[in-house]
């Protein structure tokens, strides 16, 4: 299946050199879930498969533990058409309220979502440009108006950034303007609102089969390392996880790309990698910068590098220093995972 939204450092093109060396594992781990591109990806998937996610992200976490509960109402909140305005209000809507509602309960109670902050939500990162979306560091950012029985409703916006206001961030105008209906459109009969009935129900078609698809996905929402204790990962003969952490050198990305941002995690997770690699149930895959952690992996890791598409938040123009940051992705395999797949030339070769 494909990912729901558009997510910076999303791994949906690398999926399947994961998936290959991983295998059809007995226990599968994402600790940096993001967009589940990856997960979402797996082409074998069997009844009995443990699989957990994490995203420190409380929009993310919330936004999978409300669609695999209550699919309906995410598409009912996620379905409106692109609006400057609306996307202003709900932003600043979600950063403020939506935000404290999450911060009271989304890591009190496992079993608690909000079907209309995760609707909102995705509807906005798909009409959004560029970085910035519910990071809780712009313009819109949240603060706590002290003790004076104001209540969780009474944040003022910021009103740095020159005099901005909010943040007047433009729509994106992307794939015909449609935002979150980017389902096929209505071909014949040249009657709008036909067109507009059968958007709707492939928006409700899809948000249902995911739901499915996720119903005994674990959503965890905190520390990476919490889900990867020798305790978390127990389970099964065949451990297989996939860390695509937060890369660390501000200088090699945009700033607000996350809501949950770490430039030191890269590290931490480079060295847990590197201390459980010889661990013969753990199929580890770690997704980088070839200049970020190539020096560091011992030899027995297998690496293939590979090229990322361009984004707003790693491109700017053709030859900058952005854009030739995305020749520089690469995965790290650790000894237990699978051989490498054999290319198309080789296999044709074979069939010879």
């Known amino acids: ?17 994961v ?32 699989e957990t996610v994490n995203d420190a992200d409380r929009y993310l976490a919330n936004f999978w533990r409300a669609l ?24 600043l809507w979600l950063v403020n309220e939506g935000q404290q ?20 939500w995705l509807w906005g990162i798909c009409s959004w440009i560029g970085s910035g979306w519910c990071s809780g560091t712009g313009p819109h950012r949240y603060e ?34 449609q935002g979150i209906n980017r389902q096929r459109p209505h071909l014949g009969g040249g009657n709008s609102s036909n067109a507009t009935w059968r958007n709707q129900e492939a928006l409700y078609d899809y ?42 050198d501000l200088a090699e990305r945009a700033n607000g790309l996350y809501a949950a941002d770490n430039l030191d ?12 690699g010889d661990n013969p149930r753990y199929r580890i895959v770690l997704a980088g910068y070839a200049d970020e952690h190539d020096s560091q992996m011992p ?16 491109s700017t123009s053709a030859g900058s220093a952005n854009d030739a940051n995305r020749h520089k992705e690469m995965l790290w395999m650790s000894a237990a995972c699978l051989e490498a797949r054999p290319t198309l030339f080789a296999l044709t070769e074979e069939a010879k």
């Open 144 to 177: 706590s108006m002290g003790d004076a029985g104001q209540g969780i409703n009474r944040q003022l916006p910021h009103l740095g950034n020159a005099g901005q206001g909010i943040n007047r961030q433009r729509p994106h105008l992307g794939n015909a303007g």
């Open 207 to 248: 948000m249902h089969a995911l739901a499915a698809r996720l119903r005994t996905v674990r959503v965890c929402c905190g520390d990476w390392s919490r889900i990867v204790t020798n305790g978390a990962l127990s389970h099964g003969s065949t451990v297989g996880i996939f860390l695509d952490p937060p890369y660390s």
């Open 265 to 276: 995690v890269a590290h931490e997770v480079r060295e847990w990698c590197i201390a459980n």
């Open 1 to 17: 299946m494909k990912a729901p939204m558009p997510y910076f450092g999303g791994k949906r093109k690398v999926a399947g050199e």
């Open 299 to 314: 030899s027995s890791w297998r690496r293939f590098a590979w090229k990322s598409n361009k984004s707003y938040g790693t």
């Open 19 to 50: 998936w290959a060396a991983l295998g059809d594992v007995d226990n599968y781990a994402e600790p940096f879930a993001g967009s589940l591109a990856v997960l979402l990806e797996r082409p074998s998937w069997r009844t009995g498969t443990l």
């Open 68 to 91: 695999s509960h209550d699919p309906e109402q995410v598409a009912h909140y996620a379905d409106w058409p692109v609006n400057e305005c609306d996307l202003e209000a709900r932003h």
């Open 101 to 120: 509602r999450m911060a009271d309960n989304l890591w009190l109670d496992p079993d608690w979502y909000d079907a209309k902050i995760a609707g909102w």
